[in-house]
Structure formats: C-alpha cells, structure tokens
C-alpha cells in the first residue's frame, strides 16, 4: 500500500512538472501582457522537434557521445525555442497591440497561430509520428519496491529548480520588475526609462525557454513525438494556470503539481479512460470555489 | 534653449487639443503653464515624452526639439535615458503592486550600471521621511499623498536633470504642497530645469520664473511670472480676481 502510494508520487511530480514547466510559460504572458498566448503548447511541441533536430544532429551528423550531446541539446533546443516565440510576438502579437487591437481579436490570433504551428509541422514533416533518439541510458532503480529511473527524477528536479530560478528573476532583478510594473500600470513604465518591448521580448523568451525545456523533458521520457502532441497537453497547462491563479507563478507551478497528482490518483482508483473526465471536474469543482484560482488575488496584481 | 516646442498640432483620434502651440524652455529655469481643465497641459507634457497613443496623441503638425534637435522619433524610455527627462504623470502611476523601494529601483532602470545611487536614495529619503518608513511596504497601500511624494521621488530616481510635473501637489496637505514647493525650488537651485504644471496659478507663478497661459490649445498669453501675475486677463480668470 505505502509501495503503491510512493510509486503514485513519483508519478505524479513526473507529469506535474511537463505541467507546471508549460503552465509558467502560461502565466508569465498573461501575467505581463493579460495575454492568453493559446500557441503555447505548441511552443511545447515545436520545442520537441526542435530537440529531436538538434539532438539527431550532434548524435549522427557530428557523432559525439551521448552526454555531450544532451549538454549541447538543453541549452541550444530552449534558446531557439524561445526563438519561436520571440518571433510569433514579433509578427502576431506585437502589432495588434500596438494598434490596440480589442481581447477577442487577440486570443483569435494566438489560436491561430498555434494551428499554424501545427499544420506547418505537418506541412514540413509529414504525419509520420518521430522516434526521439536515446542520448542516455536510463537506469532503473528500485527502492523497497518503488521503482523509478534517474530520468523521471531529473525532471522533477529540474522543473522545481527552473521555478525557483524563474522566481527569482521575476522578484529580485530589475527586469521582473518591470514585469511586474507594467501588469500594473503599463503607461507609467516607459516614464522609469524602461524600453517596454525588450520586457516583453525577456517575458517571451522565458516562458517559451520554459517550453523548450519541457519538450525535451518529454520526448526523452516519451520518445514519439507528433504534430498534435502539444494541444491537450497544453490545455491541461492552461487549465492548470487557471487553477492555480492565472498571473502568478506560484500558482502555475503548484497548479501542475496538483493537475498531475489529480490524474494519477484518478488512475490509481478508476479505469484509465476516465482520467481526464475525472481530472477535469475536479478542476471544474475548485474554481466554483476559488473562481479566482488558488493563488489569484480578484482582479488586482498578477505575477 | 533646452526644449522648444514649436507650432505643435496634436490628435487624438478626431478630436485636436492642441492647435499649433509654441513654447520653450531654458535650461536651469521653472516654467509654469497654466490653464483651465481641458486646456491641453496634459497632452502637452505627454506629447514632449513622446508617449505613445492611446493615452497620448498622435503629432500632425509643427516640431518638439531638444537642444535644437526634433524628438518626434525618441522612443519614450529614450526620452528618459538618454535625454533625462522625467515626468511626474497626473495621477500619479505609482506602481502599487510594488513595494516603495522597488518603484524606486526600478526608476533606475536605465542609468549605468555600477552607478553609486546609495547617496540618491538618502537624498529621496530626506526629502520625504515618510517613503523610508515605508520602503518595504506594497505601495498601493501608501495614502495620497504619500503616493504622490513616491511618484515624485521615483522621477528623481530616473537621474533626470529636467523634470516635468502634471499637478503635483494633488491631494497633498497644504503643509506637504507647501514642503514639495519648497522641494522643488532647492532642486532648481542645484541646477534642476522644471517644467511645472499647478492648478494653483498663484502657487506655480510664484515659484516660477516664467509662465504660458494655455486657453483651449492655444498660448493666451505668456511673459515672465511678475509680468503674468500683473496681468488684468490672468488676474482675473486664474487668480481669482
Ligand atoms: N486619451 C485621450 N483621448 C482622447 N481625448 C483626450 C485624451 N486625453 C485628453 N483628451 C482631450 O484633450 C483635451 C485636453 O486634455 P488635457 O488632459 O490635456 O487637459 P488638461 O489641461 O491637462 O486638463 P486638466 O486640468 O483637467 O488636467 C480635453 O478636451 C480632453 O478631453
Ligand atoms: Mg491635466
């Protein structure tokens, strides 16, 4: 029973943290610009594409070993992912607020922009489903019969060390606050000096540096990668920021955790199919409560 | 001549506040420009910040210089940075999900890095007691007029050596306004340039040195501050007789 218990929380921080890491990306956009960017997970998605690229690259074309090519990966697959989505502020998001486009407008476009994704993915590359190839050998380990390998606890670890970084700079560094001034008061900002598109772009590339990471994460634990793959995960991120309290970054972190723990336990007790049905009333249930989210304060700051 | 505005049109959307006003600045001065609600004051300090629309407007015609030179292409963080302007926006603006000592910090945004600003800090604090005592406090929860002193401290912050405020003295208890006055007045004597903008015409013209009378976005008239305070039009719609 206690075996059973601890195998669900492995499991359940493993799925949080895919959660929690595309979650913040949510929340860091909204936080700054009231931005739904709906394209995020398939930021995701592109991000693990990205990784397989750039991992196949130093694996067969260069043919260095498999620890060196992970090292080169992480860091290369999270700068040209936050690429993406610097680019997709750039051309979609940028002029729209600049001509001070109404929401609806706004979200249409991030909707649509995630479809683009998507299909461009499919354009290019074809349906055919991708095989991540295997830059480490996972070891399996088995404690009092709970087994986990080094890569589902890599994950976790990397995911609470990626928050804690992320908090830091939205706290502690000048340009997090000036994230958190203009989710504020954004006429005021320019008058402190402050060039607001470049926070902008800085909000960007964190949160879809956050994507790549993830999509890396995922496709080493789940080495089949598709077009598709980033839309329900990202709405489950979406719906996770919500949770937590869309704005904050808290919120989204604790918000994945919970997505995940919720999931897992549903499968622990009901048959697998009705994991999301079950996860999701049970989202559904906790914003009748907190319609605010578990972290969010009604209407005034956010991140 | 550190600013001039020249000629300025201005629109927002349809509606035109300002039809073709010049004025100018020099440097180490106080200007005042005075005028009713709905005058243009607003608009013309947003215009000079270079802010961008929708809350200011878009330049049709005529020119806003520095140093000789047009701005109308600055960026407005630009105007801060590498101008040192600063502005003290009507209604304050502070950033409340802020605690006091970050909006001060982030006023700094700009200024070069390694610079030793601990001095500035103690000069803010002198200045207005009261932002120390509450350095570590969410600023939204600060009153009035404490809001106001923080938006003034937070321009300063900026290393500006040209200041601009859009009523400033809002709100504040005749002592405060009577110490901000006399605040801005000793920042003037330590080389500051101030453009001041003051519902009370007779406050503003006594500490400036000269002054516009801004009547729906025309200069109705404009002269040194004895030459506007004798003025028999000025007296009697801005001074109350
Ligand atoms: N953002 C805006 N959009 C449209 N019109 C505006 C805007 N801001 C100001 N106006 C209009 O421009 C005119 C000048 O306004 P402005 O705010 O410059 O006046 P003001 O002299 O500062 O007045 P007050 O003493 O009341 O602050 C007004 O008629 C106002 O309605
Ligand atoms: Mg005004």
Known sequence: MLVAIFQNIINALQWGSFYALIALGYTLVYGVLTLINFAHGDIFMVGAYIAFFVATFFLTTVGVPGWVALALTIPLTMILTSMVGVALERVAYRPLRRKGANRLYVVITALMCGLILQNANLAL?????????????????????????????????????????????VTKTKVGMAMRAISYDKFAVPLMGVPIDNIIVVTFVLGSGMAGLAGILFAMSYPILDPYMGALIGWKAFIAAVVGGIGDIRGAFLGGFLLGAVEIMVVAFFPSTFRDLIAFTVLLVILAFRPTGLFGVAKTTKI | MLLSVENLEVKYGNIQPLHGISFHVNEGEIVTLIGANGAGKTTSLHSICRLAPPEAPRVIAGDIKFRGESILKTSPSDV?????????????????????????????????????????????????????????????????????MLAVGRALMTGCTFLLLDEPSMGLAPRLKYDLFRTLKRLNEEGMTILLIEQNASL??????????????????????????????????????
């Open chain 2, 204 to 241: 503003a013209l006594h500490l400036a040195h000269r002054g516009y009378v801004l009547d729906t976005g025309e200069i109705a008239a404009e002269g040194t501050s004895d030459e506007l305070l004798g003025n028999p039009d000025v007296k009697k719609a801005y001074l109350g007789g």
């Open chain 2, 80 to 148: 801060v940075k590498n101008l040192k302007m600063a502005l003290v926006p009507e209604g304050r603006h502070i950033f409340g999900n802020l605690t006091v000592m970050e909006n001060l910090e982030l006023a700094t945004y700009s200024r070069e890095k390694g610079a030793d600003l601990k001095q500035e800090y103690q000069r803010i604090f002198d200045l207005f007691p009261r932002l120390h005592e509450r350095r570590q406090q969410r600023s939204e929860s600060l009153s009035g007029g404490e809001q106001q």
């Open chain 1, 125 to 169: 590359l074809g349906a055919s489903r991708k095989a991540f190839p295997s830059m480490i050998t996972e070891h399996v380990y088995n404690v009092g019969g709970v087994i986990f390998t080094d890569l589902k606890i890599a994950v976790i670890v990397t995911t609470i060390l990626s928050f804690f970084a992320l908090q830091k700079i």
